[in-house]
Each structure stands twice: as structure tokens, then as C-alpha cells.
């Protein structure tokens, strides 16, 4: 069974940096798409960050470029995203998620989360003013 984990969420002030880890089990997500989402309340899951299989091309939410950073280790089937300079408005539960398409990425499909076909439970980034 296909498994993604959150983890690395919390509570931060305006400012502050966190690191989010999501550690896939069950299969090698290797050849695959991964991106990073969020959805605030009363509003629609964003993608946030995506990222190649190998790592050589990213996708970046305009208001997130220049302050998160988005990676992969193949070799632990992880993914990162490394959130600095925190402001309120990243307040939202982050999710990771991996693509429906094997050896496919373009900056258009990772920005849809209809094209994911797995997702993490969530974690919560919350920042303080």
C-alpha cells in the first residue's frame, strides 16, 4: 500500500523558517512527479511547489518564490520543502502529493491536483504575526 507522511509542520512567528519532510512508502516514487500543496480554510488547495523526478526542473507558486525551496532524495524516497521567511498568509495545511504519470512533468500538469494520485494526511504551518 502507497503511503506518503508528512511531517515538519508547527507553529512559527512572521519571519521564521520551517522544513517539511514527506517520506513515501509502499513504492519508489523515483520516476515520478511530486509537489507540495496547501489549502488555507475557505479556500481551494493550492500547489504551492512540484518537482521533477530527477530534480532538474521545479514549479513555484509566484507568492512562494524566493523564500521555499523544494528537493528530493530518491535514494530515501523523500521530499522536502524548506519554508523561510514565513509570512501569515502561508497559514494552511500542507499536503504532498505524487503524480498520476509515470516519466511525465511539465509546469502545467504539476500545478493540478487532479493529475496527483497520491496524498499525504497533512501537516499543519501556522504563522504568527
Known amino acids: 500500500q502507497v503511503q506518503l507522511v508528512e511531517s515538519g509542520g508547527g507553529l512559527v512567528q512572521t519571519g521564521g523558517s520551517l522544513r517539511l519532510s514527506c517520506a513515501a512508502s509502499?513504492?519508489?516514487?523515483?520516476?515520478?512527479?511530486m509537489g507540495w500543496f496547501r489549502q488555507a480554510p475557505g479556500k481551494e488547495r493550492e500547489c504551492v511547489a512540484a518537482i521533477k523526478w530527477s530534480g532538474g526542473s521545479t514549479y513555484y507558486l509566484d507568492s512562494v518564490k524566493g523564500r521555499f525551496t523544494i528537493s528530493r532524495d530518491n535514494a530515501k524516497n523523500t521530499m522536502y520543502l524548506q519554508m523561510n521567511s514565513l509570512l501569515p498568509e502561508d497559514t494552511a495545511v500542507y499536503y504532498c502529493?505524487?503524480?498520476?504519470?509515470?516519466?511525465?512533468?511539465?509546469?502545467?500538469?504539476?500545478?493540478?491536483?487532479?493529475?496527483?494520485?497520491?496524498w499525504g494526511q497533512g501537516t499543519q504551518v501556522t504563522v504568527s504575526s
Open positions: 502529493a505524487a503524480s498520476l504519470l509515470s516519466g511525465y512533468y511539465s509546469g502545467t500538469y504539476v500545478r493540478n491536483l487532479g493529475n496527483y494520485a497520491h
Open positions: 509502499g513504492r519508489a516514487f523515483n520516476s515520478y512527479a
